[in-house]
């Protein structure tokens, strides 16, 4: 679990460090770009936590390698949570009765893409996709038990946004983009099954 976090500083670090120039600009660099946004995501077909929540966030950094085509990095976290009313769990010789508070974390980091439309105007709309690895733990808290379990697997996320900046020169302005993501991740706690991860949702923040 260290060398988890510990990988995930060290390319969240990667990350700032990547969007200095675009933060520090009075446009130091005109092909790069920097998002920092708030994230609410909605699991489909999620049995263990299918909540719609607000817990997230969600950054990435790019620059263009065409006039209409960037490449770059993000790093997105979010969590999700269903509460269970007291309930028995048998398995086998044992049974377990009490209620549960479900939390889904899902941490996914990788390379991203963007087409814009009009990367001139001060109104950008675009499409995108992410690609990477995720992170997953499913965790159960029953009074003092908490069992959990944790995984790797693939990440993919098509999304469609907007870019609106308040000035010409596009040095700040407001981010809006809904997404669709999917991981391949497998995870199994107590009863519960999940075999990959699917969500839909929106961002919103500022675009640098």
């Known amino acids: 679990m260290k060398k ?3 990988s995930i500083k060290l390319f ?3 990350l700032a460090c990547m969007a200095i120039p675009t933060l520090s600009k009075a446009q130091v660099v005109d092909n ?7 994230q609410v995501n909605s699991p489909i077909n999620n049995n263990f936590a299918d909540k719609t929540s607000g817990w997230g966030a969600e950054g990435e950094f790019g620059w263009f390698v065409a006039p209409n085509f960037t490449v770059g990095a993000f790093l997105s976290y979010h969590k999700n949570n269903k509460y269970i009313p ?4 048998a398995s086998g010789t044992q049974a377990i009765t009490s209620d ?7 941490l996914p980091y990788g390379l991203t893409g963007r087409y814009i439309v009009n ?11 992410k690609l990477g690895p995720q992170y997953t733990k499913t965790t159960s808290y029953m009074n003092i038990l908490e069992p959990y379990d944790e995984s790797w697997g693939f990440y993919v996320s098509p999304e469609v946004g907007m870019t609106i900046y308040f000035t010409p020169q596009k040095t700040v302005g407001a981010n809006l983009s809904f997404y669709y993501s ?12 999940e ?3 699917n969500n839909w949702g929106f961002r919103v923040g500022l675009a640098f």
């Open 4 to 6: 988890i976090a510990k």
């Open 12 to 14: 969240a670090l990667l």
């Open 32 to 38: 790069m770009y920097f998002n920092l946004n708030w």
């Open 86 to 89: 007291t309930t028995t769990m």
């Open 100 to 106: 549960q508070q479900h939390c889904l974390y899902q």
């Open 119 to 129: 990367p001139d105007a001060i109104v950008q709309p675009y499409i995108g996709l």
């Open 182 to 193: 999917y991981a391949t991740n497998e995870n199994k706690l107590l009863i519960y099954k």
């Open 195 to 197: 075999d990959g991860f």
